[in-house]
């Protein structure tokens, strides 16, 4: 079965640097995800990604964040300044196309530790 | 507004015991429902799906789940639990409108013991 791909698997940063995480989708899938989960809490849902721009974000997701499909194979998400509270495993997901029957894939995830 | 909510954060079982985790959602309208399944150090994995089909949905590894519109319920149960099925399971709803999100639940641990 096809995989989402992500690097790294754990990510140690400094509060207040900047942190890329990176993900491979499937390549023949159109719609792309940010998700994390803080230890003990729920998977939220951070970033849906579209046609080379954000089609919805949640609150989380505030100018800190940013995402970016750089040469048509990665999808990022980049942390300007890292804070204590975004330590967390963030998973990167795909969709071929938004239909019934379509499964949504998800990566094994990159946890994030910003001490 | 759509949400899950999962009882019980942990669960153990036996092994060959009945497994039974439970998801209840809030949702306006008729919801598109899951499990995913969490392996230690592995991603999320898609066990079932609910799409308004047969309200008994089938899934991967055994699992089943049972839609009940009346008690707004997708349970998910295995009749005998395997010291395999160890991990985290999440019940999740998608969002009605918009790019396919889904909406979590807290997730419930399982525990199969011998």
């Known amino acids: 079965e096809p995989e989402v791909t992500q690097t790294p698997s754990h990510q140690v940063t400094q509060m207040g640097q900047e942190v890329i995480l990176r993900c491979v989708p499937i390549?023949?899938?159109?719609?792309f995800y940010w998700y994390r989960q803080i230890l003990g809490q729920k998977v939220e849902f951070l970033v849906s990604f579209y046609n080379n721009e954000i089609s919805e974000k949640s609150e989380i997701f505030d100018d800190q964040f940013s995402v970016e499909r750089p040469d048509g194979s990665n999808f990022t998400l980049k942390i300007r300044s890292t804070k204590l509270e975004d330590s967390a495993m963030y998973f990167c997901a795909s969709l071929r196309e938004i239909t019934t029957n379509e499964k949504l894939f998800f990566g094994s995830g990159t946890q994030l530790s910003v001490l | 507004a759509q949400s899950v909510t999962q009882l019980g954060s942990h669960v153990s079982v036996s092994e060959g015991a009945l497994v039974l985790l439970r998801c209840n959602y809030s949702?306006?309208?008729?919801?598109?429902l899951f499990w995913y399944v969490q392996y230690p150090n592995q991603g999320l994995q898609l066990l079932l799906k609910y799409t308004s089909a047969a309200t008994l949905v089938k899934g991967i590894n055994g699992f089943e789940a049972e839609f009940k519109k009346s008690e707004t319920s997708f349970h998910l149960t295995k009749p005998s639990a395997h010291m395999s099925d160890a991990a985290e399971y999440f019940c999740?709803?998608?969002?009605?409108?918009?790019?396919?999100?889904?909406?979590f639940g807290a997730g419930t641990r399982l525990a199969v013991h011998p």
């Open positions: 390549s023949n899938h159109l719609y």
């Open positions: 949702s306006s309208v008729p919801p598109y």
């Open positions: 999740a709803v998608r969002y009605s409108g918009g790019y396919n999100k889904l909406i």
